[in-house]
Structure formats: C-alpha cells, structure tokens
C-alpha cells in the first residue's frame, strides 16, 4: 500500500511567521502535489512537482512556494502566514506522468492563521 | 477544459436507504473516472474507478458505471450505513493528456441511525 505521510494533523501559526508542512511518501511515484481544502470551495491545487527539483504553479500559487529536493519529499512553504491561509492542506501523489492514475492523499494538515 | 458537476449536499439519510449521488463530467480526451471518499479528519482515498466505457467500478456495496453517452459517473449503494457518513468526490483524469486530475467539489452524506 501506498503511504502518504503529512507532518502534522494540526498546526497553530501567528500571522507573518514561515511555515513549512512537509509531505513524504514511501512509494516511487512520479507526482506530487499539494492541495487546499475549503469549505464549498472543495479541492483547488497550489503547487505540483513531477521529478526531483521540478514544480508547477497550479490553481492558486500566491502566497506558498514548494521545494522538492528528494523525490519522497514535497514541502509546501508559506513565507509569511496570513489569516486567510488558515485552512486544511492536503498532500498527494500520483505513480507517473500518464494520466488517468489514482492519487493517493496523505492524512492532512489543519492550519490555523491567528 | 475539463469539468466535474456533482450534486450538492448535504445528503441527509436514514440508515439502510438508497443512495445516489449525480456526477457528470465534460473531458476533451478520454478520461478515467474516479470516487474518492473523506472521512472526517481524514485525507481523501479512492473508493472505486472506472476506466471505459461501460465499466462498473464498485466496492464496499458502493458502484458507479462508466456512461459515455450521458457523460456521468453515478454513485450509488442499494443500503447505507451511519459509518458511510463523509464527504464523496467525483474526479476524472484523462488518460492520455495531462495528469493533473480534475474533482467535483464534493458531496457531504449525513446517515441517521
């Protein structure tokens, strides 16, 4: 089985600190992305990376930055937290560039901006 | 570009009722079809897929088949339980363009004892 492991369920910041969620994965899969989770807004993408080094702005990149330096590790950044960045952030992966495969999504964080 | 439509919720339900929940989707190529289910607190996990035309993907008493002619991937389940309360997400990802899936925004089922 695929796991996805994200490092923390539930994370407390103060508005302009740097925040990093880190997000690993114990399978070789190509894909990795990051994910915000609003309420009736569902799922929009922040940023993906399909290869070590590599990233992709997706849907609504202002505001983070990502860095993939190990192929099982994709780290979402806040540089400087505001509140409306309080939200809950889903990490997934994906096996390869093909499309049409399952995501597999780690168990979220659930960020709070005071 | 691509699109996924499903029902709003929240679906509200007795315990052993039918379930069905809308999803219909517009893909420019030929896409797989996905049902991922959130349980509370929970990331997302796929619940079933469907890969053509025609295909039924089913599992935990949940199915949906593949309509290329209506352009929909309906879930249903002939008997819920209160454990099936989460929130469920239609998704498609076409098979061979961009690997970046596209998700509906999701269907809140409330199951009453």
């Known amino acids: 089985d695929v796991k996805v492991t994200q490092s923390s369920r539930y994370l407390v910041k103060r508005t302009g600190e740097k925040v990093f969620l880190e997000c690993v994965q114990d399978m070789d899969h190509e894909n990795m992305f990051w994910y915000r989770q609003d309420p009736g807004l569902g799922l929009r993408l922040i940023y993906f990376?399909?290869?070590?080094?590599?990233?992709e702005k997706g849907d609504i990149p202002e505001g983070y930055s990502v860095s993939r330096e190990k192929k099982e590790r994709f780290s979402l950044i806040l540089e400087s937290a505001s509140t409306n960045q309080t939200s809950m952030y889903l990490c997934a992966t994906s096996i390869s560039t093909r499309g049409g495969d399952t995501q597999y999504f780690g168990p979220g964080t659930r960020l709070t901006v005071l | 570009g691509d699109s996924v439509t499903q029902m709003e919720g929240p679906v509200t339900l007795s315990e052993e009722a039918f379930l069905t929940i809308n999803c219909t989707y517009t893909?420019?190529?030929?896409?797989?079809l996905f049902w991922y289910v959130q349980y509370p607190g929970e990331g997302l996990q796929l619940l079933l897929k469907a890969t053509k035309a025609d295909d039924k993907g089913s599992n935990k008493g949940f199915e949906a088949t593949y309509r290329k002619e209506t352009t929909s991937f309906h879930l249903e389940k002939g008997s819920v339980q209160v454990s099936d309360s989460a929130v469920y997400f239609c998704a498609l990802s076409d098979q061979g363009g961009s690997y970046i899936p596209t998700f509906g925004r999701g269907t809140s089922l409330i199951v009453h004892p």
């Open positions: 893909a420019t190529g030929y896409p797989s």
């Open positions: 990376s399909y290869d070590v080094k590599m990233k």
